[in-house]
């Protein structure tokens, strides 16, 4: 096998340019737009700005619909990802394959998508109005459901992943131990499974919280009640741009701190 | 393991300066050639002129052999900002004067702005009007879920006029982008009742009932026209707001349910 007679990284740390070059680009094309956003930032208006009564609405809303869905995605993607990785259920590769749809789906599809399900007129949603009076968009909770459904799939996967590659012997020595298997799914599986449980927690918060599409078609925009953060930059795009810099970087500094604090608590910790 | 790499980085290089050349090959082959090559009018108009300016848009090609007219039709707001922000557009049409306003400011209007439509507000429900809205004032009741434009576009502010005239305090379950946006709104049956122009309402035709609100003639929209300073096709340009000023252009609107000029 013919190779070239100088090593592609040697002990000097010399970097090959056909490398370099590239990343460094693609580097670039990371890094100038934030710092765009920071150089154009409003900073003489800042201390106004930030105070504004909507900026705050926003993003106490964007943080409790993000966790909340976030939970969401804990209670329900945990079992599905156990019934995928840890059973031979049949049907489980269609299953996956549908799990894997809204994430591949732009998400503004996933919005219509919802409304023909679980809006007003929609398969699901027309029951729930016509007997109960109930009705998921333009409320709070349709926003919870809309960041549900596309954070849905990264929760799942991650545990699938976590969940195949721990030793399935140590669910089998609990059952020979008497566990149940609920029992053996809270105590043995579910703790072996927390990087899996903790990383897929991080990215479906991070998408959860960065979800505009789905949102702003399913449930609408308005102040305090569904105008999240995304849908708050959107709407100051047309009025104030200034302003819509200033909400951009408000949440990117949010997403950059709680993803900072998260990973130095759960990952590392995990890694043991 | 180097020749994949650089191939596949000597393709993105080449596919992205190739990008980059288009836009530029079209404006120059219009500027040398008067008939041979095709010419593109790029029109960014509120999107309540949707229909009225595809009609419009038949009978200029028609006129003018060889050119394509090409629409953008979104909220007033959003278009005026992405001229701001140093978008190709030959036209800008608005839904009021304050938007227009605010790209004049900029100084990017090679004309000055002409008025050439009113337009205004109407209630519409869905066909069977699950709510039982009579009138505007209904919406206060607090049982119907009504959806308006956000306050920043025309058909918003004219909203939040008009509420101020009639003493409707209500909020509504949803400010959507765009007076169109709350058109789709109503029609799919996802809110009770929705604000927006006479036009509109015509547009859905079967697929909404209108509330008529009296009141709407102290709260109309001036639609205003201009061609733009970085226009590709000035002449062209001037040309549709020839078109839409005329006797011809005003016959079409107002059979599309605009009202005349102030």
Known sequence: ?272 | MRGPVLGWSGLAVVALLLAGCGGDDDSTSAENSSDSEPSTLTVFAASSLTDAFGELEKTFEADNSGVDVEFSFDSSSTLAEQVIQGAPVDVLATADEATMQSVVDEDLTAADPVAFAQNKLTVVTPPDNPADVGSITDLDTGKVDFAICVPDAPCGAATEKLFGIVGVTAEPVTEEDNVRDVLTKVTTGEVDAGLVYVSDAQAAADDVTEVEVPEADQALNADVIAPLTDAAEPDLAEAWVDLVASDQGQQVLESYGFLPPP
């Open chain 1, 1 to 272: 096998m013919a190779r070239t007679v100088r090593p592609i990284a040697s002990a000097t740390g010399r970097l090959p340019w056909q490398l370099l070059v590239p990343a460094a680009a693609g580097l670039a094309l990371l890094v100038l737009p934030l710092v765009g956003l920071v150089v154009r930032a409003p900073w003489s208006t800042l201390p106004d700005r930030v105070g504004d009564p909507e900026v705050r609405e926003a993003l106490q809303l964007s943080l409790l619909t993000a966790t909340a869905a976030t939970c969401c995605c804990l209670v329900l993607g945990a079992p599905l990802a156990w019934l995928l990785a840890r059973t031979t259920m049949p049907g489980r590769r269609a299953v996956r394959a549908v799990i894997t749809v809204p994430l591949v789906l732009p998400p503004v599809v996933g919005g219509v998508a919802l409304l023909t399900a679980f809006g007003r007129e929609g398969v699901v949603g027309q029951l729930g109005y016509d007997a109960f009076g109930l009705r998921l968009p333009f409320t709070t909770l349709g926003v919870v459901v809309a960041q549900t459904f596309v954070a849905l799939p990264f929760l799942v996967l991650a545990v699938e992943g976590a969940l195949r590659s721990a030793d399935p012997r140590f669910d089998d020595l609990a059952a020979t131990l008497g566990a149940s298997r609920w029992q053996t799914f809270r105590r043995v599986t579910l703790p072996l499974a927390a990087p899996g449980l903790a990383s897929g927690a991080v990215l479906a918060w991070a998408r959860a919280l960065g979800e505009f599409g789905a949102t702003i078609t399913f449930a609408g925009s308005f102040p305090g009640t569904t105008r999240t953060m995304p849908l708050a930059v959107y709407n100051a795009l047309n009025s104030d741009f200034d302003s819509a810099i200033l909400l951009s970087l408000v949440l990117l500094v949010v997403s950059i701190a709680v993803l900072g604090l998260l990973r130095d608590r759960w990952l590392t910790g995990a890694a043991g």
